[in-house]
């Protein structure tokens, strides 16, 4: 299992990014799929969950009406649209299947400043 996160980078308050993390593997179009984040000293939190055909998605209460998460089973890739970034959206940004819980990409870093 492989997942490759990316699109991170520098982003004013208010602005936006949008983040894609590539899988492999497994049979990504089977499986839910999560992005997290982890912020410096803190401990690493659910951000949001799409179901394997997309039809059905969650957030962090933090996070809804600025955050999208999406998937494209024909690309293996899952993303997430991140509108409004505020201080507080600073972390590292992790995908995750909870069907290989232990599996964890690199991360991608997004830092909010002006």
């Known amino acids: 299992v492989q997942l490759v996160e990316s699109g991170g980078g520098l982003v004013q308050p208010g602005g936006s990014l949008r983040l894609s993390c590539a899988a492999s593997g497994f049979t990504f179009s089977r499986y839910t799929m999560r992005w997290y984040r982890q912020a410096p000293g803190k401990e690493r939190e659910l951000v949001a969950t799409?179901?394997?055909?997309?039809?059905?998605?969650n957030y962090a209460d933090f996070v809804k009406g600025r955050f999208t998460i999406s998937r494209d089973n024909a690309k293996n890739t899952v993303y997430l649209q991140m509108n409004s970034l505020k201080f507080e959206d600073m972390a590292v940004y992790y995908c995750n299947t909870p069907r290989y819980p232990s599996s964890w990409g690199q991360g991608t870093q997004v830092t909010v400043s002006s």
């Open positions: 799409i179901a394997s055909a997309g039809g059905s998605t």
